[in-house]
């Protein structure tokens, strides 16, 4: 049973790209969030996708973007990449909105942005 | 707006140790409160789940206890090893955010043999 998967596992970019990540959750879930974590910080809320649509966001700017499909994986897109988006960026997924049952993480993609 | 505070940020003690973290969060609306394990550059692993009518769960050698109305969570971990190090996470789920975790900045322990 595959549990969350994310690719890639590392990535660099220069300051002004666009990045895309993407993430496909655990066999049997449907809702799909994705986080931040800063070097030696918790990880912070971004957004949440359920049934292909934005469900809840986090206090992230508009630079910051998704997209869930049919098949419930998802992307995270980042536009006019800043240093400051330098981080862990990790996909969790769940069965329904993921208060009655644990969160899945995958391993994360590590962005550096140069 | 929900904060979540880990104390201590760092432990370090010699193996077979019995050793307590603690988690505390300021808004005691909460769902559920999550523990997780992160090894260095790796993502999360849950380790226990406590819903808001639990007092506590028990996995192994992990005993996780809540007291909403403090709002406050211990993680205990019995005969620690080596193998237990790592970055030790708590998160909330609570009325006012909805499904999304709130996290602490966790406690980095080290384990020594």
């Known amino acids: 049973d595959a549990g969350v998967t994310q690719s890639p596992t590392h990535l660099i970019k220069t300051r002004g790209q666009q990045v895309t990540l993407r993430c496909s959750p655990k066999?049997?879930?449907?809702?799909v969030s994705w986080y931040q974590q800063a070097l030696g910080q918790g990880p912070q809320f971004i957004f949440q996708y359920y049934e292909e649509e934005e469900r809840q966001r986090g206090n992230f700017p508009d630079r910051f973007s998704g997209h869930q499909f049919p098949n419930y994986s998802s992307e995270l897109n980042v536009n006019a990449l800043l240093l400051g988006d330098s981080a862990l960026y990790l996909c969790?997924?769940?069965?329904?909105?993921?208060?009655?049952?644990?969160?899945?993480f995958g391993n994360g993609t590590r962005l550096t942005v140069t | 707006k929900q904060e979540v505070t880990q104390i201590p940020a760092a432990l370090s003690v010699p193996e077979g140790e019995n050793l307590v973290l603690n988690c505390s969060f300021t808004?005691?609306?909460?769902?559920?409160l999550q523990w997780f394990r992160q090894d260095p550059g790796k993502g999360l692993t849950s380790l226990l789940l406590i819903q808001s009518s639990q007092r506590e769960q028990t996995s192994g050698r992990l005993n996780a206890s809540l007291d909403k109305s403090s709002g406050r969570s211990t993680l205990y971990i019995a005969a620690s090893q080596p193998g237990d190090s790592a970055t030790y996470l708590c998160?909330?789920?609570?009325?006012?955010?909805?499904?999304?975790?709130?996290f602490g900045e966790g406690t980095q322990l080290t384990v020594n043999p």
């Open positions: 969790a997924s769940s069965l329904g909105d993921g208060v009655r049952s644990p969160l899945h």
């Open positions: 066999s049997g879930h449907d809702t």
């Open positions: 808004d005691s609306a909460i769902y559920n």
């Open positions: 998160a909330v789920n609570d009325w006012t955010s909805g499904s999304r975790l709130t």
